[in-house]
């Protein structure tokens, strides 16, 4: 700890954080374990029979070779924005030009009709094409990368089918059913005539592993670290068993996105405290997205309130003692950011946290509590961190990969403090790298910050679709008419 030494803390306190370090590390050799389980786990969702992780093919059949060309738009449906891009790929190697606007996504498109929510995205498009190219019925035809980010069951790529909404949305009618049709009826409604062509459908993640890999030719996979995690890779069609029937030469490449947020939902390996097992019970779909639940940053602040609403009740050191703590008893109440500023606090004596737990939820600690307050935040993020680099170690060994780059995305790898640098620490445990002897070398496997997958991304996918069609490869594409 940066902080002040523990020493002078209460015994009851000191108990207590022990207590809470023994439920939340994790050694190298429970990470080596957690490790060749998700090894076997992955390859179990690329079998015939599946399992809990989906492993979903993508149709996406190659890396980008960098001198990919032409203009693109691209959409990206978050659950906050409708972000609208037009990417062109540029003559220079892995270069791009980009242009962008952001729509508010209204809260009350979320649970209303499906035809207004589809109607608003073509109005959006609208919107931006006719800002940056006037009048739209002299364009020419503009292939269309659409970045879907929830659960879809793809067996083309210019088709989704809706397992589940996430992200706050709840519309009827839509689930289990294929989004492109609906998209692209309200696109004709809006555009009488304007060529917008749908290309392809794509998740964020596998988004992500390819524009790292247009700038990048080392990246080998593409990770999100955000709200929720996933990550995507590029498999050879031999190794996928589900895919046998369609015949794919051994060697051709697909594009993998692993869902992987539901590693473990059997809970055989990883650790969880009673925290976790609380978090899963009243959560939407207990049972699901185990790892999601245990490394997210929409779970971590929820993780960290439990212990605090615990210890201050059915503990001896009852912490907070004789303050009102109603604010604390708000579930989902404290976000990730709010441990981030926790581990930020440059203090001795965490005069920020102070204020932050004054601020935020009108109690003041005792100086012992904030370093209790500390060592827990650290705890947290520093077990998300481990337990995201087996994820990542699994996918590594699988493959064989002895050296690469791993393209990363999301609020967790960006803003969190520490959480890269931990990362390494446990990738180095699991794949036993000798010691750096020199500080500035690269690990031999790095995770690195990614592209844009879900702009840049789902334009280069729209492009290496277009080519590979051009080419005579048409597997996994539903309509063929399209793309001509």
Partial sequence: MAVGSLVDAPKDLLTEIKHLEEQFTIGTAKLKE??????????KGLSRKGGSIPMNPTWVMSYPSGHETGTYLALDMGGTNLRVCEVTLTEQKSEFDIIQSKYRMPEELKTGDADELWEYIADCLLQFIETHHGDTSKLDKIPLGFTFSYPATQNYIDEGIL??????FDIAGVEGHNVVPMFEAALLRRFQGV??????LINDTTGTLIASAYTDPKMRIGCIFGTGCNAAYM???GSIPKLSHLNLPADTPMAINCEWGAFDNEHKVLPRTPYDIIIDKDSPRPGQQTFEKMIAGLYLGEIFRLIMVDLHENHDCHIFAGQDISKLRKPYSLDSSFLSAIEEDPWENLSETLELFQNKLNISPNLPELELIRRTAELIGTRAARLSACGVAAICKKKGYKSCHVGADGSVFNKYPHFKARGAVALREILDWPAKTNLKEEDPIE??????GSGVGAALIAALTLHRVKNGNMHGILHPENYK
């Fill in 34 to 43: 957690i490790t060749d389980h998700f090894v076997n786990e992955l390859e």
């Fill in 163 to 168: 397992q589940r909404w996430t992200k706050g």
């Fill in 235 to 237: 498999e050879d069609c």
């Fill in 447 to 452: 995770i690195l910050a990614a592209e844009d």
């Fill in 195 to 200: 060529p917008i062509k749908l290309t392809a």
